[in-house]
């Protein structure tokens, strides 16, 4: 069974960073996609970013020229900067990932902006 574990959630100002990060464990033969989700309150999971294992980036335009996907494929793991932040990015952080012929979630973490 694989797992996903994600870290660097936490309360900053507007303005600030974060780094998420998230690493895969268990029984991997290959990483596809990776992405983060995030879903705040009264709203629908969005897709923030993802990264093939190509390298090729992908941003949902709010994010753009602020968050930053790269990967590191010897560690199975995903990281996220936040650069910028504004309280609109608040929100529940789920890290993603396409191991084999299956799709897995990391738990989520929280994400809050605000002064």
Known sequence: QVQLVESGGGLVQPGGSLRLSCAASGRIFSVNI????????????????????????????SVAGRFTISRDNAKNTVYLQMNSLKPEDTAVYYCTMGVDQNTYWAQGTQVTVSS
């Open 34 to 61: 990776m992405g983060w989700y995030r879903q705040a309150p009264g709203k629908e999971r969005e897709l923030v970013a993802r990264i093939t294992s190509d390298g090729l980036r992908k941003y949902v335009d």
